[in-house]
């Protein structure tokens, strides 16, 4: 019956995802069928510990992320978790040897989120690399599937994917950060003067990222390639989308992706993966 347990574990995973981010989901079903489930239990944990973060405020959100974390460390090293989602996320990382201390980093992000409303530079790096750097080289272990020379040579790429991604929500949760959370992560940026020079040197700096990430998602696995090409560019356009915007706009709306523009960039994608142009 333990095969039935993981199962409906890992079944929590996959709704917490699509319940979450129909982007990512989708994205996800293009990978190869023996990649899916580990990275829907990835997201699955990082889904609820950013749960507690940002959206508990009627409890003690210190106390719950401390219980998670502890929970979390428990599931890892008894193999076993009444949690679903600590007991897929247990699976996962004991199958694919994920390294602890990219949990200990991203954890520690979700403490910082908790006490810090504004960053400096080194706190903004040390964010970016605990809440998404490291989530992506969590995938790049199973995209790799145990392949250590080739998941060492593409960290660089991943982590850049990662802060792309991150920074590119940060731009498009401006508004819903400050007036919600009272946070602003762009270290020198002020959300009552945020101007365009702000925000043409933030976006300088995301392109970097993306340029360097493509580089490194061309070199991936085969069973990995499509599907982190297509998040790569759902969030290269939602990027372009921002790019046009005023930086008084980003501050009064939230920037989306259509649902029809990304069934356009997946038709796109899937001929440019059919004629080898990826």
Not at 66 to 80: C, D, L, N, P, S
Not at 163 to 190: H, I, T, W
Not at 249 to 264: E, L
Request: aromatic residues 12%; hydrophobic residues 40%.
């Amino acid at each position: 019956m333990l095969n039935l347990f993981n199962r409906v574990s890992q079944d929590c995973s996959k709704i917490t995802t699509q319940q979450y981010s129909t982007s990512f989901s989708s994205a996800i079903r293009l990978l190869h069928k023996d990649l899916r489930t580990p990275i829907f239990n990835i997201y699955g944990f990082v889904r609820f510990a950013d749960e507690i973060v940002d959206t508990f405020h009627e409890h003690d959100k210190t106390t719950l992320l401390q219980e998670f974390k502890v929970a979390t460390y428990q599931a890892i090293e008894r193999g076993i978790s009444m949690n679903p989602i600590l007991h897929s996320f247990q699976l996962t990382v004991n199958q694919y040897k994920i390294d602890h201390q990219l949990i200990d980093a991203f954890l520690h992000s979700m403490e910082m989120d908790l006490n810090k409303k504004n960053y400096d530079r080194s706190g903004y790096e040390e964010y970016i690399y605990g809440s998404a750097e490291v989530v992506g080289l969590m995938c790049l272990n199973i995209f790799c599937e145990g392949d250590k020379d080739e998941c060492n040579r593409l960290i660089p790429a991943a982590r850049s994917l990662g802060s792309a991604f991150q920074k590119v929500n940060f731009l498009r949760d401006l508004k819903a950060d400050y007036e919600g959370l009272d946070r602003m992560y762009f270290p020198g940026c002020d959300f009552s003067s945020f101007t365009q020079t702000d925000k043409n040197l933030i976006e300088a700096d995301i392109q970097k990222d993306f340029d360097e990430a493509y580089a490194g998602i061309k070199q991936l696995p085969l069973k990995a390639r499509f599907g982190v090409y297509v998040a790569y560019k759902y969030y290269l356009s939602l990027f372009k989308k921002i790019k046009k915007v005023q930086p008084q706009k980003i501050m009064h709306q939230r920037i989306r992706i259509p649902d029809y523009s990304k069934i356009f960039i997946l038709a796109k994608a899937g001929i440019r993966s059919q004629l080898n142009l990826l």
